[in-house]
């Protein structure tokens, strides 16, 4: 079994303590700033810029913990740790990895908002 | 009014991540706060400076200017220096969370953020806000702003220490018969005045008015803070002093009034200066035989018939264009010798 893209337990709490509508429409902001800050993440993995690379690798992680998307999460806690090196090492898979993850995460917010 | 810390304060969100922003944003509105929300440390800090906030809660990682940056600027700003601010962080943040704490920073609340534990930090920084601005509001009352922002960074303790400093004393020249002869209500109303212009020509060079009494006053210049050439900044206070008397004496005149004349002591050196009474009630004031010759100095002007006098120390600190005159070695009660003595030429009596 799989744990699932987005935790409803950590979701359903968000609602519950900001109202449903609040929370999906947070969620609709991270999938408005969720790319820009993808796309920055890898100009800073190109550009070699460790500080800008930790701190939206750190955004990323607490955004995704925030809506419960935990295998997201993780994916940006190992980048936001590692730093740039491992990554290099893995040829860019872990960058990519997390972009993959964020469509599911992007669906799964979609999905939960028409639900 | 503690109700104040529980809902209704003002607070200032800042982080650079729109999510986080939002959320937090929302937690504490729905606790009942006012809540402005900043993008990094140089945005937060223009606002802080534009408007009163009660509480900050701060991200750390941020572009611009970061949470430690910022946390140092209140740090160095005096009106800011007492905000309350909460860190919000990662867990894995800890080192930096407590880095935060010896900024200065209050409390941090671990991200995500928990409501109830947010609940809990807020609530509690802002009652410590308002006891603290509470107790400031009192002090200030009965103290000058300076002492009270000595007493706000040092603590209050009873007992002194020796300062270099420059100690002024000032009185009402013929007030028993002026009191005497009008209704009390008007020398209330005389003393009140006389009071303000000479709290503001002393504030204005730097010194504090650490007694009043009656018709008199003593004033401090280079305590608590230091000031630098404290004996200039006396005297020109001072000078000022017997200007705006003689405002307010034309003023009197000209309503029918007696006029008002005024004299003034200033001796410089070595004192102690501190707070002296009791736990209970207590004054910020200095003492030595600086502080009594610049009293005898004062009480002397009757007799030497010159509205300042100051002692040698004060005399050698001055500017060549301050005009003194050397009135010669002087008797004062309390010293065995002679004491040389100076007056001030103020421009009324040239």
Redesign the interface.
């Known amino acids: 079994m799989t744990a699932p893209t987005i935790d409803p337990t950590t979701f359903d709490a968000l609602k519950e ?3 449903a509508e ?1 929370a999906h429409e ?1 969620a609709d ?2 999938r408005a ?1 969720a790319p820009a800050m993808l796309a920055e993440l890898k100009r800073a993995y190109e550009a070699h810029d460790a500080q ?1 690379f ?2 939206i690798a ?2 990323l ?3 995704g ?2 809506f419960g998307a935990r295998g997201f999460a993780a994916i940006a ?1 190992e980048l936001e ?1 590692g730093g740039i090196a491992p990554v290099e090492a893995a040829a860019g898979a872990p960058l990519a990895e997390l972009d993959s993850e964020y469509a599911r995460v992007a669906a799964a917010l979609e999905e939960l908002k028409l639900a | 009014m503690l109700d104040r810390g529980r809902t209704g304060a003002r607070l200032l969100v800042c982080d650079d991540n729109k999510v986080n922003r939002l959320l937090l944003a929302r937690s504490l509105e729905l606790l009942g706060h006012d809540v402005v929300a900043a993008e990094n440390g140089k945005v937060a800090l223009e606002l802080l400076h534009r408007e009163p906030f009660d509480l900050l809660l701060l991200d750390i990682e941020m572009p611009e200017m970061d949470g430690f940056e910022l946390l140092g600027a209140l740090v160095g700003d005096p009106s800011l220096r007492d905000l309350p601010v909460i860190v919000t962080s990662a867990l894995e943040g800890l080192d930096n969370v407590v880095r935060c704490i010896e900024l200065g920073a209050e409390d941090y609340l671990p991200k995500p953020v928990n409501p109830v534990l947010l609940k809990a930090r807020v609530g509690a920084s802002l009652e410590k806000k308002l006891l603290r601005d509470r107790q400031r509001e009192l002090v200030r009352r009965f103290a000058t702003p300076e002492v009270a922002d000595e007493l706000q960074a040092s603590g209050f303790a009873l007992g002194g220490k020796r300062v270099e400093a420059s100690v002024l004393f000032a009185d009402i020249r013929g007030f028993t018969p002026l009191a005497e002869s009008q209704p009390a209500e008007e020398t209330i109303e005389l003393l009140n005045t006389w009071y303000t212009l000479m709290f503001d020509a002393i504030g204005g060079h730097g010194g504090i008015v650490s007694q009043i009494a009656g018709d008199g006053l003593m004033a401090i210049f280079g305590a608590p803070a230091p000031l630098a050439n404290h004996p200039a900044a006396a005297v020109r206070a001072a000078l000022e002093m017997i200007e705006l008397v003689e405002l307010f004496s034309a003023e009197r005149t000209a309503a029918g009034k007696p006029a008002i004349r005024i004299g003034v002591g200033i001796a410089s050196g070595a004192m102690v200066a501190g707070y002296t009474g009791t736990q209970k009630r207590a004054i910020y004031t200095c003492i030595g035989d600086t502080v009594n010759l610049a009293a005898r100095l004062e009480a002397h002007t009757k007799e030497a018939k010159r509205p300042i006098l100051i002692d040698a120390a004060t005399r050698s600190a001055l500017p060549p264009a301050v005009e003194v005159e050397a009135l010669g070695p002087v008797a004062i009660r309390g010293k065995a010798q002679a004491v040389e003595v100076f007056a001030v030429v103020a421009s009324s009596t040239r």
Request: aromatic letters at 10%; proline letters at 0%.
């Open positions: 303590m900001a109202g609040f947070l902001t991270f700033e800008t930790r701190r750190h955004s992680k607490s955004n913990s925030t806690k740790q």
